[in-house]
């Protein structure tokens, strides 16, 4: 039965929905019986649109299976829900509540026990591909179901179809009784998939992982609520230091061009060079002409002797025309040009220009793959091969071409100019803050990730680069400080408590903490010899600073090659040494890798904290086992050799690679998740307790939540409380340390001041 609060006399009318008063709607709520002492309540929203600073909520709708009430919010005070919203004995359900939360925040209204059905879905499902489990369902139904979606949870526990086609309508046309009807239906749905949920949050051991994830929901929220001040004065200032830098890289790459095109007599966008394009040894002949670009034409050719190996050679050497520039369709355009346009006052300009957008990919793939880079990568979503000119992939290939020095440069300062300029005055609010969006379980290792990956439009706070500029520009409101505490060296701490290696506890517990140092002396040990690890920084401050790389490199499950490739400075034969000394000078970090290993295929999921049953499951784990079987039955590695021989495309074959490489990749991610995954609780629970005393103490709207960067907390306050919040925040933070690492403690440093400084 659905019921509707409201004055409005034209909706009254109606054989969807009874009309009822706001004391007797209240009156049902308080008298529905409850379940484990709390009183569960479906809880929802319909709002004018996104944005809950400028945008009211339309709705509120509350109930169970039973009955649902529509409050319409436009024509009735919602404060009158703020007393059992916020009741110890009420526990309302919603479906991504970090959502309708901030709307009911700027009304006043807190509520205090939260279930959030799709934290539970992200939990039972996490590391899994959602949408290979929906397939079935969707083409079953003809119909799209979204990931974690209350449509598609449902469709799962219920085996109906909700129609969310009236959604789109809502701002438009404001409440009907359409709206009223279809708003009703998300509460309805929300205990009965709960309590399937349950069940299988049981059957899982999730069950503290959720009540961590429930409590924390109301926090983040609450953090979003909050946002964050951006100095726009110091914003734009800044904007015009990087959009120079940027230029300046812009202008180095252009003259490197124009240099390089006329150091092989470059003429009207093409190259003369000379090129080998055959050979002829002892009456055999081969061609060698394959890494000419297309349409090169050849101009004149000649013979050149050589001795190779003893042997006479002759080359056919040929002077071509090499084209220095891209085809768009059949027009050829030139990389470097010579402007010929006269103008009436300064004459003709026979300067010569470069052509090149460097933010072209379809132009740079033809300039590196011409000046010999290897520009082949594997798509991660789509598996395919395609062409990349990240910098990432020219930085591994530096020594081929000096121009990738520049190039890197460029690249870094237009990421800077692109992600982090006029966007984020954009996303400025009319209160002078920027609400980020946050996902509560937006990784598989339960961080907290900001924005949207697949949308480059979109924002992530969390991702700001780390520099004092970009940071100073981010401010407190008048009369308040920004104070910001992280833990110091916590995922190294983390790493040392879940490997109990005796060298990583003795320097935490009883030494100097300075594990940098630590890993130097055992991976250097040839260059450190015995110095005392307190004077490692000072003495050799090259290798502490080399080994940071190494040690979250192996921390990670790198090895020699990880090293070698972060460093190419670094032979791959000392990075073998390297390695070699770190495992023996760290055998607990070796012992808990290879218990990572052999778990993949026990457990088919990672425990990423055994205090609270955080967990991510493995795709493919069934088919793993399967090739496993096979690959240990007698006569398997003999057949195997006889396939790779004379069928190397064969299933068998396939099966053998699919099999390492999903292994390794699963091997990864065990040992990663533990570290990754135990900071992310970590820091849930200190916000938790840290929520819970703003709550307690009447400080809401007074310190703020502002952004939360994995292992870091930023809040703001007026400046004479910040000493004593500042202490609340520290042991907020060692407290929910304490209970996940058993045998390391986290320490914390602390900055106060008038922006962030983390």
Known sequence: ?????????????????????PDAALNMLNNIPKTDNKRLLGADTETEGLDFVQKKILTIQLGNEDFQIVWDCTTVNISILKDILEDDDTTTIWWNSIFDLPFLYKNNIFPKNIYDGMLAEQLLYNGLNYKNLLKNTADKFGREYTPFSL???VRRYCNEVLDK????????????????????????????????????IKQQGLDKALTIENKFAPCLAYFKYCGVKLDTKRWREKMSHDIAEMSKYNDDLNNWVINYYNSFNGENGYLKVDRRVGRNINGKYEEITNNLPPKSKMITGKQEIAEEDGKRVIYDVGKFLVPFGYYE????????????????????????YCSINWNSPQQLVVLFEFLGFNLDIIDKKTKQKRKSVSADIIQEQKDICDISIPYIKYKKAAKICQSYGQKWLDIVNIDGRIHPEYHQLGTNT???????PDDPDTISILTLPKDFETRACFIPDEGNVWISEDFIGQESRILADISQDPAMLDLYNTGCGDMHSLVASKAYKRIIGN???????????????DAKKVEFAISYFGNANTIHKNDPTISLEEAEEIYNNYMKGFPGVKKYQNYCQKSVLKDGFVLICPQTGHKAYFDDIDELRRIYQLMHQDGFWERYKYEKRNYPDSQYIKDVKFFYKKKAEYDKRAINYRIQGRGAVIFKLS???????IRNNNLINTVKLLIPPYDECNIECPEEIADKMAKILQKCMEKGASLICKNVKLSTDINIGKHWIH
């Open 1 to 21: 039965m659905i019921y509707l609060v409201s004055t409005q006399t034209e909706l009254f009318n109606n054989d969807d929905y009874i009309i009822i008063s």
């Open 151 to 153: 449509k598609t949870a």
């Open 165 to 200: 086609s009236v959604r789109g309508k809502i701002i438009n046309v404001g409440l009907t009784p359409e709206v009223v009807v279809y708003a009703a239906k998300d509460v309805e749905y929300e205990i009965r998939i709960r309590n399937e949920q349950l069940k299988l």
């Open 329 to 352: 369709g059949k027009e050829f355009k030139p990389f470097v040009y010579t402007n010929c346009e006269g103008d009436l006052f300064d004459g003709f300009d026979t300067g010569q």
């Open 446 to 452: 339960g961080r907290i990730s900001s924005g949207d």
């Open 531 to 545: 110095c005392p690890i307190e004077e490692i920084k000072e003495k050799f401050p090259k290798q502490r600073q």
């Open 687 to 693: 916000m938790i307790f840290l929520w819970n005393y």
